[in-house]
């Protein structure tokens, strides 16, 4: 089971939540604080995760998950509504960079990622989430105010006061102004492919990177449990990492191949159908005479 299907699993699933994304960090500036529980050392990681309530109304939620050396189990340290999340910074709209900042309302955290393909994913997943929980927000919203705005005239001619034809629009108007709507998380310093609509390939080569960069350091701390055996040792283990990276190309060539190949059947299937409704469309005609 995958870190990420272990939080989702011990922490999020048991509260009626889904998680989206996680992305494991490290702070740019480390803080010092003592009095928090550590392992042996002090050491721990630190995982930031986006979830959703399975609950309506949802509510998007950013938690702060950390892992203590020696430890299987994982806390939940601290969690914000997207209401407070203000701005999300990609510090270098040029390239790809493991950093990234999240302001919240008296809070401003500054992260590194483990690598520059997670903290894509994350940045990604998030823009999304957040764009999709906005408008659903201002439909909402707005939906309000319409049904308050309708029956604003009713509320005014209740009662045995005699209705003003001028109080009525009044009210409507300041009604109207009385509405503002929700402020948005602001994305700024982002790739254009991170907040682009067309997203759906870029997700994926990020996921495919994220999965080979952990397959990467998973062989590497496997390297560096085992017991040093010499230069030969070093290079079995290199040839065998280089062998792995080299199947996973292949294995993904070949799926890109059969779908090239799907695609292409599809699309004879396609002509052929089309031939046969032309075809029977005018034998329809001919002897419809």
């Known amino acids: 089971m995958s870190i ?8 999020f699933t048991p509260r009626d939540e889904r998680m989206l994304v996680a992305v494991e960090v490290s702070r740019r500036k480390r803080k010092r604080m003592s009095f928090l529980p ?9 995982f930031i995760c986006v979830s959703v309530t399975n609950t309506r109304p949802h509510q998007l939620l950013i938690t702060k998950v950390k892992q203590f050396g020696g430890s299987s189990t994982f806390t939940k340290r601290t969690q914000w509504t997207v209401e ?3 701005q999300v910074n990609g510090i270098n709209p040029n390239k790809d960079c ?3 900042d999240l302001v919240f309302d008296g809070a401003v955290d500054q992260w ?6 997670e903290k894509c994913l994350f940045v990604q ?3 999304h989430a957040c764009k999709t929980y906005w408008e659903g927000k201002v439909g909402s919203l707005g939906k309000v105010v319409r049904q308050r705005s309708q029956s604003a005239p009713l509320e005014v001619g209740a009662g045995p006061s005699v209705p003003s034809p001028v109080s009525a629009p009044r009210t ?5 102004k009385s509405y503002v709507p929700p402020r948005q998380t602001e994305f700024i310093n982002c790739q254009p492919k991170l907040t682009a609509e067309a997203c759906t390939m870029n997700l994926v080569i990020f996921r495919c990177k994220v999965f080979m ?3 990467k350091n998973r062989m590497v701390a496997n390297k560096s449990r085992s017991p040093a055996r010499g230069q030969p040792g070093q290079c079995v283990t290199g040839s065998t990492l280089g062998n792995v990276v080299h199947r996973m190309n292949v294995a993904l060539g070949e799926r890109g191949d059969k779908l090239s190949h799907a695609e292409d059947k599809t699309v004879e299937l396609m002509h052929k159908a089309q031939q046969f409704a032309d075809t029977a469309h005018t034998l329809a005609l001919k002897y419809s005479k």
């Open 98 to 100: 493991p950093e990234f």
């Open 84 to 86: 407070k999340l203000r």
């Open 213 to 215: 960069n952990r397959l």
């Open 172 to 176: 409507l108007q300041s009604r109207r």
């Open 38 to 46: 550590t392992g042996a050392g002090g050491d721990y990681n630190t």
């Open 4 to 11: 990420q299907s272990a939080i989702n699993k011990e922490l």
């Open 125 to 127: 997943i998030l823009y």
């Open 112 to 117: 590194v990622a483990s690598s520059s393909a």
